[in-house]
């Protein structure tokens, strides 16, 4: 059985920062890219950051500077430290596996960020 699970959500003042944890089980973690959404409430869930299974990153333009993504493959995690954080980054926040093979979803871990 497949399980991404999130962890690290809080809430933070702006300017402040997280970690965001994403701990996979039931699959061979080191060949799938590995991915951190967001969802806003009436919006639009948004790609936040990727790292694939290289180990390459790329990131959105609004996070770009203030977030970094980074994986453990021995520990089978994906991370996402937020510094920064401004208001506009109030999110549930989503780890997503996926490769040729399948696709996978967490359930979400709540990130408010207080003005």
């Known amino acids: 059985q497949v399980q991404l699970v999130e962890s690290g959500g809080s809430l933070v003042q702006a300017g402040g920062s997280l970690r965001l944890s994403c701990a996979a089980s039931g699959i061979t973690f080191s060949i799938y890219d590995m991915e951190w959404y967001r969802q806003a409430p009436a919006k639009q869930r948004e790609l936040v950051a990727i790292?694939?299974?290289?180990?390459?990153?790329n990131y959105a333009d609004s996070v770009t500077g203030r977030f970094t993504i980074s994986r453990d493959n021995a520990k089978n995690t994906v991370s996402l430290q937020m510094n920064g954080l401004k208001p506009e980054d109030t999110a549930v926040y989503y780890c997503?596996?996926?490769?040729?093979?399948?696709?996978?979803w967490g359930q979400g871990t709540q990130v408010t960020v207080s003005s």
């Open positions: 790292i694939n299974s290289g180990g390459s990153t």
């Open positions: 997503h596996a996926h490769t040729l093979f399948g696709t996978y």
